[in-house]
């Protein structure tokens, strides 16, 4: 009796001894978990190289990431939340219409230091370190500044690359994009970013008729007595990508004023309305429909419209929308 119950002593002790060590292992195993995932958080914010490279005939030094920066315009300000730096971005400035809603939370935790672009006495007052504008006008001695001004305040100024050059590809925004992440030294997420909006594209694309005769598109900007339009910009590019030709593509810049002669003259078969502003892309299509000049034009006689939003047709995140946009608008 006694042999017995020593046995079951032993057993019992036995399996508490193997419990144990199945649970202290499972601690131990959760532990290091933890412990690995914090030490890739403390690598990614400890080791920063030194980073150097030329914007717009600007050279930049970033000796570490930047802790405040101000975002001016809104396709740069997605570009930044889209990388998950919000906790960097101190104010923001001139959003064109609603922020992209994945991005509203972040968003709305950040200053918004103006409707349009803030004075430099505003602008200095948040204390920034980088100021990342969308369109050269940010950087004016009667905005924030010029960057040679920026730069006397110890501020590194990046102004967006595809906003600027003359004829931007979709590589132009990856190398945008691929810039701020190294910037902030998010490399991974960039890389990440642009995949995920290369299997955007390529999804879209995939739904575009073949051998179709490229449909004539005329983009209207803005204008009464002259139209104001797009040449060699980023919505020539989504255009081409969509199977369709922009009338005014030899147009030597981005943007260009136009005569509503030459408008009839190349008969467009699809007019596509940029949205922004305080005239609404009703009122817009309204003036087109009731112009004199445009009477005879295919687009006006059937009624061919497409409205794009001016945050999609800006160089940055929402690339593959403002293709989708263009895509329904012609095949659907």
């Not at 997605?78 to 990388?83: C, K, N, P, T």
């Not at 112009?291 to 034009?297: G, I, K, M």
Request: net charge negative; charged share 25%; hydrophobic share 40%.
């Amino acid at each position: 009796m006694l042999k017995n119950i020593r046995l079951g002593f032993c057993f019992s002790i036995i399996f508490l001894l193997i419990t144990a060590c199945g649970v202290t292992q499972g601690a131990n195993s959760s532990v290091d978990t933890e412990h690995k995932e914090l030490q890739e958080i403390e690598k990614e914010v400890s080791e920063y190289a030194v980073v150097e490279m030329e914007n717009n005939e600007h050279d930049l030094v970033f000796t570490e990431a930047p802790e405040r920066a101000v975002t001016l315009n809104q396709h740069v300000t997605e570009v930044m939340l889209a990388l998950g730096l919000e906790d960097s971005i101190v104010g923001t400035a001139y959003l064109d219409d609603e922020i992209l809603p994945e991005f509203k939370a972040a968003y709305d935790q950040i200053p918004v230091l103006s409707d349009q672009y803030p004075s430099q006495e505003v602008f200095l007052a948040e204390e920034p370190d980088f100021a990342y504008a969308g369109w050269k006008s940010a950087f004016r001695e009667d905005n924030v500044g010029t960057v040679e001004q920026l730069e006397e305040f110890g501020i590194n100024a990046y102004l967006h690359e595809s906003s600027s050059v003359v004829g931007p590809t979709i590589e132009h925004i990856f190398q945008d994009i691929r810039n701020i992440a190294k910037i902030f030294n998010v490399v991974e997420r960039g890389e990440a970013l642009i995949n995920e909006m290369n299997i955007e594209l390529e999804e879209i694309q995939a739904n575009i008729p073949v051998n179709n005769k490229p449909v004539n598109i005329f983009v209207y900007d803005s204008g009464d007595t002259a139209p104001f339009t797009v040449g060699q910009n980023f919505l020539n590019t989504i255009i081409e990508m969509a199977g369709a030709t922009n009338i005014f593509n030899d147009i030597d810049s981005n943007w260009g004023e136009v005569s509503w002669e030459v408008v009839v003259e190349r008969d467009p078969e699809v007019i596509v309305i940029v949205d922004y502003g305080e005239t609404t892309a009703e009122e817009k299509r309204e003036q087109l429909m009731n112009h004199p000049a445009l009477t005879d034009v295919t687009a006006i006689l059937n009624q061919e419209f497409i409205v794009m939003p001016l945050s999609a047709a800006a160089e940055g995140v929402r690339v593959p929308s403002a293709l989708e946009i263009i895509v329904n608008g012609l095949y659907e």
